[in-house]
């Protein structure tokens, strides 16, 4: 199993661009998740969805948007990045035992 | 707003010692898990706790949910730099996990 897997690891992107974080989860679950890492702040939940066609804000939506058309895919959308949103970001999909997370996408907003 | 707070943030100790991390909430949660991350990797479960006063053993990992079910404790018994790592407890709704602002764990060897 793949579990979840984020592409791209690495993005830099100039302040007003726009771009799409990919997550993709192999397990069936329903939950998934977007967060946020940034230091001293551990992880901050952006938007969160409990099945295909199901979304909602977290605690930090500015500035992202998400959808789930199908249970395996939760894209992350930055509208126009700012360098406020440099941090590194984090998928996760939740089962019964627990939330499992992708690897990450490093991303720096110039 | 159900908030988790860690202690200590930052923790450097030497190989062979032990070590307790702490996790604290004014909420009662229904459920907590403990995760341990990696520089450059995602956090990975390392167990999940669910009645008041449980304890679970994990290799020599120990995990104890207080009785009232607002705190957690993380005891590491002779500690190796492979336990080096972020630790995060969670806790929350299915869809609404929520984490603590983590232990910054260095074992030197």
């Known amino acids: 199993n793949a579990g979840v897997t984020q592409t791209p690891k690495f993005q830099v992107l100039k302040t007003g661009q726009s771009m799409t974080l990919q997550c993709a989860q192999d397990m069936n679950h329903e939950y998934m998740s977007w967060y946020r890492q940034d230091p001293g702040m551990g992880l901050r939940l952006i938007h969160y969805s409990v099945g295909a066609g199901i979304t909602d804000q977290g605690e930090v939506p500015n500035g992202y948007n998400v959808s789930r058309s199908t249970t395996e895919d939760f894209p992350l959308r930055l509208l126009s990045a700012a360098p406020s949103q440099t941090s590194v970001y984090f998928c996760a999909s939740r089962g019964p035992k627990g939330a499992f997370f992708g690897q990450g996408t490093r991303l720096t907003v110039v | 707003t159900q908030l988790l707070e860690q202690s200590p943030q930052f923790l450097s100790i030497q190989e062979g010692e032990n070590l307790t991390v702490y996790c604290n909430s004014s909420s009662v949660f229904s459920s907590l898990q403990w995760y341990r991350q990696e520089p450059g990797e995602g956090p990975v479960l390392l167990v999940t706790?669910?009645?008041?006063?449980e304890v679970k053993k994990l290799k020599r990992l120990t995990f104890q949910f207080g009785d009232a079910r607002k705190d957690s404790s993380l005891h590491i018994t002779a500690a190796q730099p492979g336990d080096t790592g972020l630790y995060l407890c969670?806790?929350?709704?299915?869809?609404?996990?929520?984490f603590g602002t983590g232990t910054l764990l260095a074992v030197q060897p």
């Open positions: 706790v669910v009645t008041g006063g």
């Open positions: 969670a806790g929350g709704a299915t869809n609404k996990l929520i």
